[in-house]
């Protein structure tokens, strides 16, 4: 059992059995489950799972939950996890995100993320790379039990226990280097959507902030096309999503969560990114942002190998990648040199291609300000780069 992201004034809940069983799910505001209440997830379905969403929960305190099976008269009662609910919508209390991508092993990044506590961990993209684990793998048994380790790794444990867990893939998810819409595979799709999260794309709010996560491969167009509007990454059912939700969000910030980086660098020019290959759908979101979205927005991102701050021409960009990558990797294998020479790039403040980091991100609202901090860890646990941004607190609504 592990959580989900948080959905509206509520969270999503995942269940996974070793058989299939009729599940309710057990929520309390205390661990002894005193005046608890049960949400009826229905009954497993072929992967032996159920995804169901746990509504009006309090803002800002510890929620308590496990899962009761029934199956041939006999229930069965799932251990006990937990997770701090953020704040509602623009509500000012202290809420803490943490951000990452791609790991193919499980080091010390993962206890320094523990350590720190996160509302909510969003892992964009590259979750292990399962399709590289040999072609038996290669199935959709071979996926689903692959998610189904991924979520009971003792070494994300500690975390996935005590956090919601907002998931979402990038290509190596998809079962496919460089996935886009036309060659996606079978074992890529279903297990995931059962097991770690059936929609696409999404978004969430923790207080003061609002957090899209998007999805940049299923509905992605052939890198080999023209650099045109017509060219996207998002799928236009997603990108009209994100522009109107943008410009609807009062939020004084907002977090767009990319697989994809946007920073005019050379990032994954092979397969083409927002940097690269995208372009025209990179200004036309940007000149959206410029124009029609109140408050910050800042852009966290990921799928290229070393880690980045960018700032200038009022993009604001963060990818704190790898997760778990040791060097040498692709990236310091192929292009040595590429975090010293984006050092000199204007608008770099911070770059990194030896070391695995996170983002996390730190909300809360006083003195009539709203204030986040951003900061990249280290796996060593320093904290090599942060920045503070502050908007002006938004008049609470009433009614």
Not at 155 to 177: K, S
Request: glycine residues 8%; charged residues 25%; contains cysteine.
């Amino acid at each position: 059992a592990t959580a989900g992201p948080p959905a509206g004034r509520g969270a999503r809940l995942r269940v996974a059995t070793d058989l299939p069983a009729r599940v309710e799910l057990e929520v309390a505001t205390d661990a002894r489950f005193r005046r608890s209440r049960r949400i009826r997830a229905g009954i497993t379905d072929d992967f032996d799972a159920v995804v169901a969403t746990a509504h009006d929960l309090p803002g800002g305190e510890r929620l308590y939950w496990r899962a009761r099976l029934r199956r041939r008269r006999r229930d069965t009662v799932g251990p006990t996890r937990s997770f701090r609910m953020p704040p509602p919508a623009g509500a000012p209390g202290r809420a803490r995100i943490a951000i990452a991508s791609c790991a193919s092993s499980f080091g010390p990044a993962f206890d320094g993320l523990a350590e720190v506590r996160p509302d909510v961990f969003v892992w964009q993209g590259d979750l292990n790379y399962p399709d590289t684990m040999g072609p038996l793998a290669q199935i959709v048994p071979g996926y689903a039990g692959i998610w189904r380790e991924l979520l009971a790794n003792p070494r994300t444990a500690p975390l996935l226990e005590r956090a919601l867990f907002a998931a979402q893939r990038d290509d190596h998810d998809y079962g496919v280097q460089d996935a886009h819409a036309g060659n996606l595979v079978a074992w890529g799709l279903r297990p995931w959507e059962s097991l770690v999260e059936p929609r696409r794309f999404y978004r969430f709010s923790a207080g003061l902030a609002d957090f899209w996560v998007l999805d940049q491969r299923m509905m992605k167009s052939d890198p080999a096309l023209p650099d045109t509007p017509e060219k996207t990454l998002l799928g236009f059912g997603q990108r009209e999503w994100l522009l109107r939700t943008l410009a609807a969000s009062r939020a004084p910030f907002k977090i767009v969560c990319s697989p994809c980086t946007l920073a005019p660098l050379p990032a994954n020019a092979r397969d083409g990114s927002w940097a690269a290959g995208f372009t025209a759908e990179r200004e036309l979101i940007l000149e959206h942002v410029a124009r029609r979205v109140s408050g910050r927005t800042l852009f966290v991102t990921g799928d290229t190998h070393w880690t980045l701050a960018y700032e200038r021409d009022g993009l604001v960009e963060v990818r704190p990648c790898p997760l778990g990558i040791p060097a040498p990797n692709d990236i310091t294998l192929v292009q040595p040199r590429v975090a010293e020479e984006a050092r000199r790039v204007p608008g770099v403040v911070y770059a990194d291609d030896e070391r695995s980091h996170f983002a996390l991100l730190d909300v809360r609202g006083e003195d009539g300000v709203a204030r986040l901090d951003l900061v990249l860890v280290r796996e060593d646990g320093s904290r090599p780069w942060g920045r503070r941004f502050e908007e002006p607190l938004p008049p609470r609504r009433t009614g």
